[in-house]
């Protein structure tokens, strides 16, 4: 995962995977201007970052073996890729500074959503455990779910600020 990262950042992201799944939504919709792709995007990578995060969140007793440490590379690629994504989108060409960034960022909102589930799990298995220990699957899978949707809102919200139409072409 890191040495994905750090070959995204130092070559510059992978193109053809990127182009590849921005066709796929254009081929859809061909009257889809870069905003709308750029939602499209989000919308893609909010829904495989809760549906890990729910997985992930889980009680390590129900699902034991998925290390939270693999939702946490999970959601850091998946959130460079789409800040990446959304530039390719609007047509914006990234530079290593830019990159970095993003990379770093997609660190930050992945930890924090991490932290966020980790403190939400303490704290279910302390309020459920005699009252109704059966709750804790589902409100880890739930709080998983939202955090990491919510990461990947942040992160698309956060991209279309920095490379969307309201930036000054290079």
């Keep these: 995962m890191y040495a994905d990262l750090a070959r995204a950042v130092l070559l510059g992201p992978d193109g053809e995977r ?9 081929e859809r919709h061909p009257d889809a201007d870069p905003e709308e792709i750029a939602r499209s995007l989000v ?3 909010a ?3 809760a549906a890990v995060g729910a997985v992930a969140s889980v009680p390590a007793g129900f699902l034991a073996g998925l290390p939270l440490a693999a939702d946490l590379s999970f959601q850091v690629l998946t959130l460079n890729r789409l800040a990446l994504a959304v530039a390719r989108a609007h047509e914006r060409d990234t530079t290593p500074l830019d990159r970095a960034a993003v990379a770093v ?15 939400f799990l303490r ?4 309020s459920f455990r005699r ?30 600020d920095a490379f969307g139409r309201r930036r000054r072409r290079r």
């Design 18 to 26: 990127l182009d590849r799944e921005i066709r796929k939504i254009v």
């Design 105 to 119: 960022g997609a660190l930050a909102l992945a930890s924090a959503s991490h932290v966020f589930r980790s403190g």
């Design 43 to 45: 919308a893609k990578a």
């Design 123 to 126: 704290g279910a298995r302390a």
């Design 131 to 160: 009252s109704a220990p059966g709750l804790l699957p589902y409100a880890g899978a739930i709080a998983g779910a939202a955090s990491g949707a919510l990461a990947a809102w942040a992160a698309g919200r956060i991209a279309g």
């Design 47 to 49: 829904l495989r970052c």
